[in-house]
Each structure stands twice: as C-alpha cells, then as structure tokens.
C-alpha cells in the first residue's frame, strides 16, 4: 500500500529531524494535488522543526484557501495562531484562532488556547 510507505517515509523524515527532506515531501504531495490536506499539514511540521514562524504562518494561511474541509481549515488556522504566537504577535494570533473556531466550534482545546492567547495580547498592550 503507497500511504503506507508515505507514512513510514514522513515518520523517518520526523525521526531523523530532516526538515528539508520533510518539506521537499510535502511539496511534491501538493504540487500532485494542491487541494492535498495532508501534504500542506505535513509541510507545516517541517516548517515547524526548522522555526521558520512566518513562512508557516503564511503556509497554513494559504493552505485554507485551496483545502475545502472545514475542520482541516480549522486545523491549519489554529496552526498559524500559534507560529503567530511563536512571533508574539498576538493579534494575528487571536485572528487565526477565532477563524478555526467559527469553521469549527467544537475544539474545546482550541477555545481554551484563544483565552490564554487573548490574556497574552492583553498583557502586551
């Protein structure tokens, strides 16, 4: 089965603490289908091991626009609030936070993470 062996490359790649070769994966899996949710997650956590905030961000941000699942959508939200906390940039932070909730209000963590998020840009101010 080739997930499988998707799978055991990615968690090689993670293992091995290889970013690049991480994110050469994911690139190849979105640039075979853009609207690929996990190649853009994927992605993200390499963007993630390397500290890059801003791309990732930028990358999760983009990703909404061409995943339609709301609660993938909603995951790469939350995962841009927090590389924006990363930045303490909390107002972008808050505004990620609050779009991932309203696509999906269920994520009771995700709630409690925007309360501590919001008393951080309230600290800041």
Known sequence: DSSQGQDLLEW???????????ATHAQELIATDPTNAD?????????????EWEELSAVMTAA???VEDPKNQARFLTRAGQASVRLQDYPSAVQHIRRSL????????????LQAVERALARQR
């Open 12 to 22: 090689a790649l993670v293992g091995q603490e290889d970013w690049s070769g991480l």
């Open 39 to 51: 190649g853009h997650w994927i992605l993200g956590t390499a963007l993630d091991g390397q500290e």
């Open 64 to 66: 909404v626009e061409v």
């Open 102 to 113: 309203a696509l999906n209000p269920e994520q009771q963590d995700v709630r409690g993470y």
